[in-house]
Antibody, heavy 121, light 112 residues
Framework: EVQLVESGGGLVQPGGSLRLSCAAS????????MSWVRQSPGKGLEWVSA????????YYADSVKGRFTISRDNSKNTMYLEVNSLRVDDAAVYYC??????????????WGQGTLVTVSS | QSVLTQPPSVSGAPGQRVTISCTGS?????????VHWYQQFPGTAPKLLIY???NRPSGVPDRFSGSKSGTSASLAITGLQAEDEADYYC????????????FGTGTKVAVL
């Protein structure tokens, strides 16, 4: 059974940092690209960042480029998101999601339960 | 700001058919990229409902169906049930300078 478990969220002041983790099980982690998707309270879904299976190719939404860093440790079946220079509008539930690549698109076939990041002074 | 537009809400009586539209542009749906749909209940993670325009993952009832035409896509729910009351999001890929994976604005389905 595929499982994704996020951790690392919490309350942080504006300008602060956090390291989010996503522990994966139930599939060959190194074979699958992964993404982070966030959802601000009462709002819609926003893709944040993605990383390929090998960990050598990364992608970022413009809204987080230069502030967030995605990485993975395939020996630990874990993906990370370093979130720096946090702003109030970064407050959200952060989900990790497994990517499913098809002919002309990428969907997210499994999601974790999410970890809440609160940014407030 | 989402580049895929959905109606904020749709509603129907049990047993009815409802549809949710997802309107994009020539840099995403119109460029031939596939559309995927997710169902989300309050306080829970999204769940993949339809992938690659019209395919259902194992376990998704055939009451749910998807289609795509031009720069838009649609999700249809036939035989609406009380348990279908949730938020629904479309998702695709956008090849504009600032695009990548993009989600729709989301639609709340209410069962009357």
């Amino acid at each position: 059974e595929v499982q994704l478990v996020e951790s690392g969220g919490g309350l942080v002041q504006p300008g602060g940092s956090l390291r989010l983790s996503c522990a994966a099980s139930g599939f060959t982690f190194s074979n699958r690209a992964m993404s982070w998707v966030r959802q601000s309270p009462g709002k819609g879904l926003e893709w944040v960042s993605a990383i390929n299976g090998g960990g050598d190719t990364t992608y970022y939404a413009d809204s987080v480029k230069g502030r967030f860093t995605i990485s993975r440790d395939n020996s630990k079946n874990t993906m990370y998101l370093e979130v720096n220079s946090l702003r109030v509008d970064d407050a959200a539930v952060y989900y990790c999601a497994r990517e499913f690549h098809s002919n002309k698109g990428v969907s997210f076939d499994y999601w974790g339960q999410g970890t809440l990041v609160t940014v407030s002074s | 700001q989402s580049v895929l537009t959905q109606p904020p809400s749709v509603s129907g009586a049990p047993g009815q058919r409802v549809t949710i539209s997802c309107t994009g542009s020539s840099s995403n749906i119109g460029a031939g990229f596939e559309v995927h749909w997710y169902q989300q209940f309050p306080g829970t993670a999204p769940k993949l409902l339809i992938y690659s325009n019209s395919n259902r993952p194992s376990g998704v009832p055939d009451r749910f169906s998807g289609s795509k035409s031009g720069t838009s896509a649609s999700l249809a729910i036939t035989g609406l049930q009380a348990e279908d009351e949730a938020d629904y999001y479309c998702q695709s890929y956008d090849n504009s300078l600032s695009g990548f994976h993009v989600f729709g604005t989301g639609t709340k389905v209410a069962v009357l």
